[in-house]
């Protein structure tokens, strides 16, 4: 079993947002898999799949970013997974724009959806950041709520996640990935 989350706030408002990259991303993938049937639980949006005879879940949390972690405790819960099966997709603001960065752990940072998720479900949980970049003025909650960059750099990062999940849910190893993505 494998469970790709991609954070995000829900809401018209919030679609084409710094903070939305995740659910970007996992829109993407869905998109490329062909995968539109879905149903609401866990605190989540849930997409359910067989992929190359395993069990594929993509989640977005509909509880807004600061409480993600509720979605992902739930679906755990749920489904009987442990932490080892997540990958989560994330926005970065310590990363430059067009840069991604896969890990198989690691420390929240600086984001408070990751926070939540470590709070709630620990820390050993794999994760895709897409570099976002820091604020030009300091005000983080207005750069992460602002509109995505639209550049050939960015929608290069974009893609490389999508990639690297599409290859993430059809077998290949985190170590691979990251070797191919990490540079």
Not at 56 to 69: A, C, D, I, L, R
Not at 77 to 101: E, H
Not at 130 to 154: A, C, Q, R, Y
């Amino acid at each position: 079993m494998k469970i790709v989350l991609g954070l995000g706030n829900i809401g018209k408002e919030y679609e084409k947002t710094n903070h939305n990259v995740g659910f970007l991303v996992v829109d993407k993938v869905l998109a490329k898999l062909g995968i539109s049937k879905h149903k609401e639980m866990c605190n989540g949006i849930v997409y359910e799949a067989n992929i190359d005879g395993e069990k594929v879940y993509f989640v977005k949390p509909t509880t807004y970013m600061n409480n993600s972690g509720m979605c992902l405790s739930s679906v755990l819960s749920k489904l009987n997974a442990n932490l080892s099966d997540c990958l989560i997709v994330v926005d970065d603001i310590d990363l430059p724009v067009g840069s991604v960065r896969i890990r198989k752990t690691g420390s929240a940072g600086t984001h408070n959806g990751l926070r939540s998720l470590v709070s709630l479900c620990g820390q050993d949980f794999a994760r895709i950041r897409v570099g976002i970049d820091k604020p030009i003025n300091g005000d983080l909650i207005s750069h992460v709520l602002g509109k995505m960059p639209k550049s050939e750099e960015f929608e290069n990062s974009i893609e490389k996640a999508v990639d690297a999940v599409i290859e993430y849910v059809h077998g290949a190893s985190l170590d691979a990935i990251m070797q191919k993505y990490n540079g």
